[in-house]
């Protein structure tokens, strides 16, 4: 059996220690003659030049395609030119249905013998399955591309999420022979960073390096997976338009590694750092002196009701929940009033599960409703909560809920104050899953320098008392 696409890319970003990848792009205005020759030999000179430190190599289809049959054979020619143990990625960008699709999988991997393509995936998974049949064969689909233009359609907000976040699900469920990346412009490292927390394992193509104005560290950074792999960067003019291309490819193959090095020894070990830093900035948590419900007098106050002021934060959010959700069997969401209520639609309208809730107060009017929402006796559901401290106060939920027919076995939170759990929790076995822990938020901010070491020691001390 051939070697699965990503296995045979990871291996040789480790066999050369590099995440670059050249890009081979025969710009007509760069060539001495304008025909397929100069196109072909330009091609074959920096592929010469740079095999050394090259992760893969990305051919872009349309400049061979200029010139027509003698082109597609120049392209054919300089993939065929690549040493055998270096991936090549076809720009081409398809994206089509029913046996046009199978053509052009045909033509990128059998006709012109590529590794990888990128694809559109616009027209809906249809257009892209003809291209995933062989687990040694992989896709890049477009996600956030690097060009200004990106937002017109991109970044359009449907069903409570941006265009690009739904891709970077969709992606997900369509990865079955595990051979779907994404191209996620370097040109947009919140983007990145986002798309790390929902998608840790895929790999992402970051074009925007260079000419384009993206930064190399700030991409890294919010790209690189835990293992420092993880990401593609291609450069094509930065390489190519250089007085010593292999000096420049090796150069920048360095700037790579000293950022991986550096991002490995700064970078907290740590999921959904974006959102963590979220509910800093919307005031989801402070510090100082605060009352609680208890008497007791808190140095930390969490308030997640702030996260309905951002929507892409609360999505994020949703997401965060979603990663909990997705291993765990169940017909239905129900949000605990009222601070989880908006978190728990906003996974509804991520996940396409349906939502349900216990009200906290008995109607006494109309359909006097104890539970809000369709549902069957008999269904399981997972609560849905901001945050949990002892879980008393869920017990009551929950027993609406059990008392409507409804199994309760889970229950998620985004936030877990590691206190004692109730004793009715534990009684009645239901599991408890938290997206954070608050010790391991507060690690975070002190490693980045969002609190000070005196916030720090005074909350970790409450919490332990």
């Not at 900035?281 to 002196?289: I, M, Q, S, T």
């Amino acid at each position: 059996m051939a070697e699965a696409f990503f296995d045979f890319l990871e291996r040789r970003c480790q066999e050369v220690d590099s995440l670059l990848c050249v890009g081979l792009d025969p710009h007509s205005d760069h060539l001495p003659k304008r025909t397929a020759i100069a196109a072909r030999d330009f091609c074959l000179r920096l592929i010469e030049a740079t095999s050394s430190v090259a992760a893969a190599f990305k051919p872009n289809s349309a400049f061979f395609e200029v010139y027509g049959a003698d082109g597609m054979q120049a392209l054919k020619d300089i993939i065929a030119a690549v040493p055998g143990g270096i991936p090549v990625i076809l720009d081409a960008k398809r994206g089509d249905i029913g046996s046009t699709a199978q053509a052009y999988a045909q033509a990128a991997f059998q006709t012109l013998g590529a590794h990888a393509i990128t694809a559109n995936p616009y027209l809906g998974q249809d257009s892209i399955s003809p291209l995933l049949e062989s687990p040694s064969k992989a896709v890049f689909l477009l996600c956030k591309t690097s060009n200004p233009g990106a937002v017109d359609l991109q970044d359009l907000i449907v069903a409570g999420r941006p265009v690009y976040v739904h891709v970077t699900h969709l992606a997900q469920k369509w990865n079955a022979n595990g051979n779907i990346g994404l191209v996620v412009g370097a040109t947009y490292p919140e983007v990145l960073a986002e798309l790390r927390e929902i998608a840790p394992e895929l790999w992402f193509l970051a074009p925007g390096i260079g000419t384009q104005g993206g930064d190399l560290d700030g991409a890294l950074a919010a790209g690189l997976r835990e293992d420092s792999l993880g990401i593609l960067i291609p450069v094509s003019r930065g390489i190519s338009r250089a007085p010593d291309s292999t000096k420049a490819a090796r150069d920048l193959r360095s700037a790579i590694n000293s950022a991986r090095k550096q991002n490995s020894k700064t970078r907290p070990h740590f999921h959904y750092a974006q959102l963590a830093d979220d509910l800093l900035r919307l005031d989801c948590v402070k510090f100082g002196e605060f009352k609680l419900k208890s008497g007791q007098v808190s140095p930390i106050y969490l308030d997640l009701r702030r996260l309905v002021g951002d929507p892409h934060a609360l999505a994020r959010a949703a997401a965060a929940y979603l990663s909990i959700l997705n291993t765990l069997e169940f017909d239905r969401i129900a949000g605990l009033p009222y601070a989880a209520l908006p978190i728990a639609t906003a996974i509804s309208l991520q996940s396409g599960k349906p939502m349900i809730y216990p009200r906290k107060e008995q109607k006494d009017y109309g359909t006097k409703s104890v539970i809000e929402g369709p549902y069957e006796p008999g269904e399981t559901v997972v609560v849905i909560d901001d945050l949990i401290t002892t879980g008393g106060s869920k017990v009551e939920g929950i027993e609406k809920l059990e008392a409507a027919g409804l199994k309760v076995a889970d229950i998620v939170v985004l936030i877990d104050r590691q206190s004692q759990p109730s004793k009715e929790l534990i009684e009645k076995g239901i599991n408890l899953h938290s997206v954070f822990r608050i010790a391991d938020l507060l690690d975070h901010w002190k490693k980045l320098g969002a609190i000070t070491n005196e916030q720090y020691s005074q909350t970790i001390a409450f919490l332990q008392s």
